[in-house]
């Protein structure tokens, strides 16, 4: 926001602005809800050979909440904020991830709520699949590039169609 609005911030001042949002969002992050679809989602790849990460540009530390609300037996991968210079929409983010699974970004889906999310998987590289449960309309999603707009559901279902998920 600072370079929008024709500012420079110290990586200090960075930090300290990141660090501070943080904190406010755990403050109001008490009682986290799963999307719907995420925790079958993340359970059927679980079981798959597919490999999956959550990327976010959140904080590790300001998604403990969010992810232990999904209940999954095993902690997943997740590629955070901190592991990278430019957040969302740059691809730094996503490129890590990629890289992390050991796959080559155009072999991704990213799987996304906001036109942020669109916008750094178009530039990874990557196939954008955009969910509306989020930040965004499906015209926003599309308009941002999201091949296709679905809900997690459906990539369950469409996977499953694939013969990538067990039946």
Do not use: F
Not at 21 to 35: A, F, H, M, R, V
Not at 36 to 45: E, F, I, T
Not at 51 to 75: G, H, M, N
Request: charged share 25%.
């Amino acid at each position: 926001m600072a370079e929008r609005a024709g500012q420079q911030l110290s990586d200090a001042d960075q930090e300290r602005i990141d660090k501070r949002s943080g904190e406010i969002y755990d403050e109001l992050n008490t009682d986290p809800q799963t999307t719907a679809g995420a925790r079958s989602l993340l359970l059927a790849l679980d079981l798959s050979q597919l490999k999956w990460a959550i990327a976010t540009s959140s904080r590790a530390e300001q998604t403990k909440a969010s992810v232990a609300a999904l209940d999954l037996p095993a902690p997943p991968t997740l590629i955070d904020g901190s592991h990278v210079k430019h957040a969302k929409p740059a691809p730094d983010l996503l490129l890590l991830a990629a890289d992390e699974l050991e796959t080559r970004p155009a072999e991704c889906w990213y799987v996304g709520d906001s036109t942020w999310d669109i916008r750094a998987s178009e530039a990874a590289g990557m196939l954008a699949v955009g969910v509306t449960y989020g930040a965004a309309n499906e015209s926003d999603l599309i308009d941002a590039g999201a091949d296709t707009v679905t809900s997690l559901g459906d990539v369950e279902s469409d996977l499953r169609g694939r013969g990538l998920l067990r039946p």
